[in-house]
C-alpha cells in the first residue's frame, strides 16, 4: 500500500499539473543541462510510473498517469534544442499560460515568421501571386510564380523552400 | 488468481516464459522444446494441432495449415503485404468485413486475431502443464515498428485466448529488460532484432532500474524468411535449368523445397557447406527428378547481403535520430533466429565495431523479458520501469492532402495531444476525421488507422462549436480518441471505427466459441503427448 503522505502528494500535483511549465513539472531549473534534464525525467519516472501503480485503485492509476504523460510531454519538448529554446521563450512570455503545453504546430508558426516574401517588389508580387495559387491549389501556377521569383532573386531561401513543396505535391499527383 | 507469463508471439515461432522462484525461464513445451512454430494444423475431424506438431503437417495438410499469421495480423485485405501472401501461403485468404482479412479454412472463415488466438492458448497450456496452476494473465510482445491496428489486434487475440493483456511491449524493449534487469547498469545499448518476418533497431539508456527507448526505427517488411526466399529462387533456378520445369508452379513441391532451404539455412550457420537433397520433387516428362545440390556459406552470404546492408540503413537513421554515433554504444544485443547465422553476426559485428552480448539466447531473450514485465507488473514491486516511445508519427488528414501531425515517432508513451475541432457549415451535427501513422508528409502515402465521427453536435451557426478531441497513445502503444465540448466540459460521442480490426462483440463472441474449444483440448492434452513421434 501506498502512504498516505505519498497518496495527499499525488493528488496536490493531479490538481495543479495544468497550471505548471515544463521545468516545474520536471523540478529543474531554466538553466539545466541538457543532463540534468534526462536524471529529472529519470527520477520523476522513479516516482509516477503507472507501472508502480498497476495494483493500485482506479482513480489512483488515473492520477499518476495524468501526472507522468506530463512528465513525458515535459521531456520530449526540453530534451530538442529548438523546441525548448522556442518554448522558454514563449513561457517566460505575456501569454504563458497559453503556452504551458507545447504544441508542435508553433514550430511550423515559427518558420512562417522567419518568411522572406523578397526585397525587390516584382519578386514580392510574384511570391504573393504564388502563395494565391497555392492555396487555390493551382500548384502548376504556383510553381510558374515561383520560378519566375527566383529568377529575380535566386537566394532566397523562402522561395526555394516552397517551390520544392509545390515540385513534390506535383510529382505525387503524377504518381497518383 | 492465475500466473503471469511472458509470451513472444512471433512470426515463424512463439516462446512462453515465466518468473520461477524470482528467476525468468523459458518453458519447454510437450516436445521438451521451448521454441514451438507458429503453426495451426485444423485436422480433417475437427479437431486441431498447434506448435511443432502442426508444423510437420504442412506438407500433408498443406492447405489448412496456418503459418506465418503475424504477417496478416492488423493489417488490411488491399494492403501489399496481404496481396503478397496470397500469392505464395497455401491457405487460402480472402476478405471479412470492413476491409479485414480471413483465412478460409474447410469452408469456415477465421480472422487473423483469432489463429494467433490459437497460438496463444497452445502458450497458455504450455505454461498451465508445466507450471501446475493456471495462467490467465500475459505480457505480449510486438515488433517496434507495429502500428496501432496491429497492436490493437495482437491484443485482442490475447483477449480471445482468454487472457488478461497486461502489456503489449515492444520485443527489442523486452530483450533489453532479459540483458540488464537486476545489474544496475549505466550504459546506452543497441538491440539489434531480426525475426522471421520483421527487423528491428531500438537504441536504449540503460540507467539502473530505467530502461529509456531513445529511438527505434524498423522495416515491416524484411525478416529471415527473406532469406528463406532467397535460397528457394536460387534452388528452384538451378532446378529448372537442369530440368526445365519451375518446381514454385507446384504447391507441394514448393513447401517441400521452402523446409528444406530452411534447414540448409540453419546448417550453413553451424558448417561451411551443406546439401540440400529431396527425392522425386518434381515430375517431368521423363520420369520424377530428384533435387540434389550443394551451397556453401560464402555463396549465401552473398545472396542476402543486399538484405543485411537494408538493415544497416535502418540502424544509422535509429542512431541519427538518436542523436548518437556508434561509438556511443557500450552493448549490442543480438535478437531473433537468424542472427544466429555467422553471416548476419559477421556483418553487424563490423557495422558496430562490437562483439554482441554473449550468453543471452537470441530464441529466448524476447519472452524472457516479457515474464520480467509481467511479474514486475503483478507482484506489487516493480524491478524495472520501461520508458518506451511511439514508432510512427499520428496525425490527422488536413486540405491539400498534407498530414498535420499531431504525435511525432520516437515520443515517450503514454502521451496525449488534443486540438480544437469545428463545424464548417451551419447546424452541422457530424465532423468526421482521418487518422493515419507514418513518416510521409502526404497523409495518403501513410497508414489509415481509422475514422471517427463526431456526431450529435448541437445545431449551432458555422464554427461556433467547439470540440477539444484528444488523442492518446497507451502504454501499449495503442491509439484512444475522446473528445469533449469546450465550452460545456460535456463528453462528446466519438464513434470510431479502425480500419480491419475486429469489434467488441466478435471478440467476446470468439473468446466464447474457443474458450469451449480449448477446455477440451486441455483434458485430450496429457495423452497425446504420449504419443509416439511421427
Known amino acids: 500500500m501506498l502512504d498516505e503522505e505519498f497518496k495527499r502528494q499525488i493528488l496536490t500535483l493531479y490538481k495543479i499539473i495544468d497550471e505548471l511549465d515544463y521545468y516545474q513539472i520536471l523540478k529543474v531549473d531554466q538553466m539545466a543541462f541538457d543532463e540534468d534534464i534526462k536524471t529529472a525525467y529519470f527520477e520523476e519516472s522513479r516516482l509516477y510510473h503507472p507501472d508502480k501503480f498497476y495494483t493500485e485503485p482506479p482513480d489512483i492509476q488515473e492520477r499518476v498517469t495524468k501526472i507522468f504523460k506530463r512528465v513525458c510531454e515535459a521531456y520530449k519538448a526540453l530534451s530538442n534544442q529548438e523546441k525548448r529554446a522556442l518554448y522558454t521563450k514563449l513561457i517566460n512570455g505575456p501569454e504563458r499560460q497559453k503556452y504551458l503545453r507545447f504544441d508542435l504546430r508553433l514550430l511550423k508558426e515559427e518558420e512562417e515568421k522567419k518568411e522572406d516574401e523578397g526585397s525587390t517588389p516584382l519578386a514580392k508580387k510574384y511570391y504573393k501571386m504564388a502563395k494565391t495559387a497555392f492555396q487555390n491549389k493551382d500548384y502548376k501556377a504556383a510553381k510558374v510564380n515561383l520560378q519566375l521569383a527566383l529568377k529575380l532573386e535566386p537566394n532566397n531561401q523562402t522561395f526555394q523552400d516552397k517551390l520544392k513543396e509545390v515540385e513534390d505535391i506535383l510529382a505525387r499527383r503524377k504518381g497518383l | ?534
Open chain 2, 1 to 534: 488468481m492465475g500466473r503471469a507469463v511472458g509470451i513472444d508471439l512471433g512470426t515463424s515461432t512463439s516462446c512462453v516464459a515465466c518468473v520461477i522462484d524470482g528467476k525468468p525461464q523459458a518453458i519447454p513445451g510437450p516436445d521438451e522444446k521451448p521454441i514451438q512454430a507458429s503453426v495451426v494444423s485444423f485436422l480433417p475431424d475437427g479437431g486441431r494441432v498447434v506448435g511443432n506438431e502442426a508444423k510437420r503437417m504442412m506438407i500433408e495438410n498443406a492447405e489448412s495449415t496456418i503459418y506465418s499469421a503475424k504477417r496478416l495480423i492488423g493489417r488490411k485485405f488491399f494492403s501489399p503485404e496481404v496481396k503478397k501472401a496470397q500469392a505464395v501461403c497455401s491457405y487460402k485468404i480472402v476478405e471479412g468485413s470492413n476491409q479485414s482479412v480471413r483465412i478460409r479454412i474447410r469452408e469456415r472463415d477465421y480472422s487473423v486475431p483469432e489463429i494467433s488466438a490459437m497460438v496463444l492458448m497452445e502458450m497458455k497450456k504450455i505454461a498451465e502443464n508445466y507450471l501446475g496452476e493456471e495462467v490467465d494473465k500475459a505480457v505480449i510482445t510486438v515488433p517496434a515498428s507495429f502500428n496501432d491496428g496491429q497492436r490493437q489486434a495482437t491484443k485482442d487475440a490475447g483477449t480471445i485466448a482468454g487472457l488478461n493483456v497486461l502489456r503489449i511491449i515492444n520485443e527489442p524493449t523486452a530483450s533489453s529488460l532479459a540483458y540488464g534487469y537486476g545489474k544496475g547498469l549505466s550504459q546506452k545499448i543497441a538491440v539489434y532484432d531480426l525475426g522471421g518476418g520483421t527487423f528491428d533497431i531500438s537504441i536504449l539508456e540503460i540507467g539502473e532500474d530505467v530502461f529509456e527507448v531513445i529511438s527505434t526505427a524498423g522495416d515491416s517488411y524484411l525478416g529471415g524468411d527473406d532469406f528463406d526466399d532467397r535460397l528457394i529462387d536460387y534452388f528452384a533456378e538451378r532446378f529448372m535449368r537442369d530440368f526445365d520445369i519451375d518446381i514454385r508452379t507446384d504447391r507441394k513441391a514448393l513447401q517441400k523445397l521452402k523446409n528444406a532451404a530452411e534447414q540448409a539455412k540453419i546448417e550453413l550457420s553451424e558448417k561451411l557447406e551443406t546439401q540440400i537433397s529431396i527425392p522425386k520433387i518434381m515430375e517431368t516428362m521423363e520420369g520424377a527428378k530428384d533435387l540434389d545440390y550443394t551451397i556453401n556459406r560464402n555463396y549465401f552470404g552473398q545472396m542476402v547481403m543486399d538484405l543485411i546492408q537494408r538493415t544497416f540503413k535502418v540502424c544509422d537513421e535509429a542512431l541519427q535520430n538518436a542523436h548518437l554515433t556508434i561509438e556511443d554504444i557500450n552493448a549490442l544485443i543480438l535478437v531473433g533466429g537468424p542472427t544466429k547465422s555467422p553471416i548476419v553476426q559477421d556483418a553487424v559485428k563490423n557495422y558496430f565495431f562490437k562483439d554482441p552480448q554473449a550468453n543471452i539466447d537470441p530464441e529466448l531473450v524476447v519472452a524472457i523479458g516479457a515474464a520480467i514485465q509481467a511479474a514486475s507488473l503483478t507482484e506489487r514491486r516493480p524491478g524495472a520501469l520501461l520508458l518506451d516511445v511511439t514508432p510512427l508519427s499520428l496525425g490527422i488528414a488536413t486540405a491539400g492532402g498534407l498530414m498535420d501531425v499531431l504525435i511525432e515517432r520516437n515520443t515517450p508513451i503514454p502521451t496525449e495531444s488534443s486540438r480544437i475541432f469545428t463545424t464548417t457549415h451551419d447546424n452541422q451535427t457530424a465532423v468526421r476525421i482521418k487518422i493515419y501513422q507514418g513518416e510521409s508528409k502526404f497523409y495518403e502515402k501513410n497508414e489509415l488507422l481509422g475514422e471517427f465521427r463526431l456526431a450529435e453536435i448541437p445545431p449551432m451557426p458555422k464554427g461556433e462549436p467547439k470540440i477539444e478531441v484528444t488523442f492518446e497513445i497507451d502504454a501499449n502503444g495503442i491509439v484512444n480518441v475522446t473528445a469533449r465540448d469546450k465550452d460545456t466540459g460535456k463528453a462528446q460521442s466519438v464513434q470510431l471505427t479502425v480500419s480491419g480490426g475486429l469489434s467488441h462483440e466478435e471478440i467476446e463472441r470468439f473468446k466464447k466459441e474457443h474458450a469451449g474449444a480449448g477446455k477440451e483440448e486441455v483434458k485430450a492434452y496429457k495423452p497425446k503427448a504420449e504419443l509416439p513421434d511421427r
